[in-house]
């Protein structure tokens, strides 16, 4: 299995005071050990300065290393594929968001995310 990382599923993931955090560590726990992670650059941009926001600068360390440990993929499709994706959409959300479904779509890979807009999204154009 594939799947690509949304912020805030790692967030929730990461922040032990976040409202999801249990069932992302259930919805983790229950992935099997030869899964493939994937993050888009963008997306990875977004963790970290969310992080460093909302946990503090050292946390941002920690963030990396897990993702790391995980031998997650790094993607990135391109600014501009992300963004001619994003005006295709025509709807308010935001670019990481629409590129999260972008990669998703074009590597056949399942969304991990709490976000509800990207997975009404994901599953509009499916």
């Known amino acids: 299995m594939h799947y690509i990382f949304d912020t805030s599923f790692i967030l ?4 032990i005071d976040d409202v999801n955090h249990k069932e992302a560590v259930k919805i ?3 992935i099997p050990e030869n899964t493939i992670f994937h993050i888009n650059e963008i997306t990875y941009i977004e963790l970290l300065t969310v992080i460093t926001y909302k946990l503090w600068f050292s946390s941002t360390k920690t963030t990396k290393e897990m993702i790391m440990d995980l ?4 993607l990135n499709s391109g600014n501009m594929e992300y963004i001619k994706f994003f005006e295709f ?3 308010k959300i935001s670019v990481v968001d629409t590129s999260i479904v972008y990669d998703a779509m074009r590597y056949d890979l399942s969304i991990l995310t709490f976000d509800k807009e990207i997975l009404q999204l994901a599953n509009k154009l499916q």
Do not use: D, E, H
């Not at 929730?12 to 922040?15: A, F, H, I, N």
């Not at 031998?71 to 790094?74: G, L």
């Open 12 to 15: 929730s993931l990461v922040m």
């Open 89 to 91: 959409i025509g709807k």
């Open 71 to 74: 031998w997650t993929i790094f």
């Open 28 to 30: 983790f726990s229950s």
